[in-house]
Nanobody, 116 residues
Framework: QVQLVESGGGLVQAGGSLTLSCAAS????????VGWFRQAPGKQRELVAH???????YYTDSVKGRFTISRDNTKNTVYLRMNNLKPEDTAVYFC??????????WGRGTQVTVSS
């Protein structure tokens, strides 16, 4: 089973940008659907965006126009480019193979903190 590891989080001021990476231990070509999720303190984990093998994408309303999800099968990596970050984007961000739903273990995630 391919493992996914998140990286790229950090502290950024409001209006700034970050790019998160989701690196696969093997080929992501075999993964049909990869999702980025986030969980803020005291809140439920929510789906932020996902991308399919045919490069179709989905974004939750709150990030549309600011976030871009992409995948590079040659590098076995899925990215989440986040622009115009807001304090409410502060959360731990996770990526996951959701081809068969969200069951199963989650990775450690990467912390994104946006200061006002």
């Amino acid at each position: 089973q391919v493992q996914l590891v998140e990286s790229g989080g950090g502290l950024v001021q409001a209006g700034g940008s970050l790019t998160l990476s989701c690196a696969a231990s093997g080929s992501i070509f075999s993964i049909n659907l990869v999702g980025w999720f986030r969980q803020a303190p005291g809140k439920q984990r929510e789906l932020v965006a996902h991308i399919g093998s045919s490069l179709g994408t989905y974004y939750t309303d709150s990030v549309k126009g600011r976030f871009t999800i992409s995948r590079d099968n040659t590098k076995n990596t899925v990215y989440l480019r986040m622009n115009n970050l807001k304090p409410e984007d502060t959360a731990v961000y996770f990526c996951k193979d959701i081809s068969r739903g969200t069951a199963g273990p989650w990775g450690r995630g990467t912390q994104v903190t946006v200061s006002s």
